[in-house]
């Protein structure tokens, strides 16, 4: 008898926490796409739940949260997490991040599970140093008899945690992010009405997209802007995002004199409206695993300049979809900013259009829940496991 036959088709996602980010929009991607395809989906946040909760449930998805504090270990979250295991009674449980994915693997020894799937979406999970590396390849490699595969949002990534001994080269797996790519496309009706909206006229306008924190460097990005505005005054920087160093960055945008050429637009929830508004697409990120919003300019049909981190060299084409520069340089940063905007519009566009062409091919959402479908069902076969899969190992 197989082991997936009598084995319902229920999910249950786990992640650190459920705030707007790359990451977590990607697990909220995968939850309604199984749901969609018939799939008994629920989701667990270990932090409290603070984004998506209401379209989730709308739609027959029940998130938990576990209310744990950040920097907090509280082994009452793994009871209750143990609890959900056997009430929901998943087939696979599919954590996301590593606190998620930590905790996702000792509940199993509570409550026993059919299939169990750790995702890491940043090269480098918990700070930036070398040091904090080695711990969290460490705590992976304790804790890997408990998982079942381990899943990397890119090459790169994957490559750093089996040389690092995280994971066993046998359970590990690149499985990149996707894209809907119906709703991240060029609209020139969306163009018209949100560059009038944000009074842009015929300015040219940069995008930035992510959180206001370290790990996207917009200090750097300021910088850079401000060689960028030197010689194209009128140049436009929207950047979209929250977080802790809010007050920080508006500080060094008045320093610069940027007042007038950058505008920290806050949270936004029109994230596919705002890439058709802008010209190109700009990441500064210290560090990265596989940025969606890369792959969501890419997709809107926005060039992109970014820093040669993580999995972004394995979208960004030099010359062909924008350029990489090397994190932490300003001047670099702004080079190959004024490099591309000095190329006639048709250039860009045909940028733009390439960077499309590539994600509609190798990252439609689509294309990844019919591979992360196989996944799940290798693993509940006889001798499940990844070799099936169309993932790519080192």
Not at 51 to 79: F, N
């Amino acid at each position: 008898m197989h082991r997936s036959e009598g084995i319902p088709k229920r999910v249950l996602y786990v992640i650190t926490g459920l705030n707007w980010g790359g990451a977590e929009a990607q697990v909220v991607a995968l939850a309604q796409g199984f749901k969609r395809r018939g799939w008994e989906v629920g989701l667990v946040s270990l932090l409290e739940a603070v984004a998506y909760v209401d379209t989730l449930e709308r739609e027959g998805i029940p998130v938990h949260s576990l209310r744990m504090r950040r920097g907090v270990p509280d082994p009452r979250g793994l009871v209750a997490l143990a609890r959900i295991y056997g009430t929901f009674k998943p087939a696979v449980v599919h954590s996301h991040m590593i606190h998620a994915n930590l905790l996702a693997r000792v509940a199993r020894l509570l409550a026993p599970v059919p299939a169990l799937i750790s995702t890491a979406h940043s090269t480098i999970e918990v700070g930036r140093s070398f040091r904090t590396e080695r711990s969290t390849h460490l705590a992976y490699r304790l804790t890997d008899f408990l998982a079942d595969l381990t899943t990397i949002v890119s090459q790169e990534g994957l490559r750093r945690f089996v040389e690092g001994k995280a994971v066993r080269p046998d359970k590990a797996l690149y499985v990149p992010n996707g894209v809907d790519v119906s709703i991240y496309r060029p609209s020139k009706e969306a163009r018209d009405r949100l560059r009038a909206e944000l009074g842009l006229e015929e300015t040219f306008a940069w995008l930035a997209v992510g959180r206001l924190e370290e790990a996207k460097d917009y200090p750097t990005l300021l910088r850079a802007f401000a060689g960028v505005v030197k010689v194209k005054l009128e140049a436009r920087l929207l950047i979209a995002g929250e977080g802790s160093l809010r007050g920080e960055l508006e500080k060094l945008i008045g320093d610069l004199f940027l007042q007038g050429n950058v505008r920290l637009l806050g949270l936004r929830k029109d994230i596919p409206a705002l890439m058709n508004a802008a010209d190109a697409f700009v990441m500064s990120s210290a560090w990265e695993g596989m940025p969606m919003v890369v792959l969501e300019a890419q997709a809107s049909g926005l060039p992109v300049v970014a820093t040669h981190v993580g999995g972004i060299s394995e979208v960004v084409v030099p010359g062909k979809t924008g350029y990489l520069v090397p994190p932490r340089d300003p001047d670099a940063l702004a080079d190959a900013m004024k490099k591309l905007m000095a190329l006639p519009p048709e250039e860009r566009i045909k940028m733009g259009l390439e960077g499309r062409e590539q994600v509609v091919a190798r990252y439609s959402l689509e294309a990844i829940l019919d591979l992360w479908e196989e996944i799940y069902e290798s693993l509940l076969r006889p001798r499940g496991g990844p070799a099936s899969g169309k993932g790519t190992r080192i």
